[in-house]
């Protein structure tokens, strides 16, 4: 994410001509449904980048705790230690499962009726981000005080870990989007 160049496009007074509309002519005014349908059809691209950072983390955590020694032992020989990464393990394996869901959905649902499914991208995408948070702040406590220096690949993935929270939808909208589907799906008007 460093590199991304990320700016504004700004248009004043931009006419489209018919012929370039979005899906054609017969398409004029839909705009906020493919926007919609872009957009859950996007969030299982987040997951996805959120288990790669999650995986990310927890290799450094793996390569630091082979390597780093308390108390005459290796990290790793820890019992604590190994809950840590078995817990990341676990949580990484549910987040992608989860993403291969939503992404599964996604290639198989027509653009305009994705609105069907975006209780299965949104929850990739939160739970994704809260995997990608929760294991590089494991892994940057298991680092010990090397995990905060700016050298340390830890610190760029602790750096990028916050945004999957955000674009393509926040952690409250993908609540929302779940919760709403829940209670549509047992009748009840939210």
């Known amino acids: 994410l460093h590199c991304s160049p990320t700016d504004n496009l700004i248009f004043e007074d931009c006419v489209i001509p018919l ?7 017969d398409m004029v005014g839909m705009g906020w449904l493919f926007a919609n349908a872009t957009l859950i059809g996007s969030r299982p691209m987040i997951a996805a980048q959120a288990v790669g950072l999650a995986e990310a983390a927890r290799d450094c955590a793996v390569g630091h705790i082979l390597q780093r020694e308390q108390f005459g032992k290796k990290i790793y020989q820890f ?4 809950h840590a990464i078995a817990k ?8 992608r499962l989860l993403t291969y869901q939503a992404a599964m959905a996604v290639d198989s649902t027509p653009l305009l009726e994705r ?3 975006m209780e299965l991208t949104s929850y990739a995408k939160y739970f994704g981000a809260r995997v990608a948070t929760d294991v590089a702040l494991q892994s940057l406590i298991l680092h010990g005080g090397m995990g905060f220096m700016k050298e340390s690949r830890i610190t760029a993935i602790w750096e990028d870990a916050p945004v999957t929270h955000i674009y393509e939808g926040t952690d409250p909208i993908q609540l929302y989007v779940i919760a709403r589907q829940f209670f549509k799906k047992h009748n009840v008007k939210v």
């Open 88 to 95: 990341m393990q676990v949580d990484i394996e549910a987040a």
């Open 115 to 117: 609105e069907n499914i």
């Open 79 to 82: 019992q604590s230690t190994q």
């Open 19 to 25: 012929e370039n509309v979005l899906g054609g002519p």
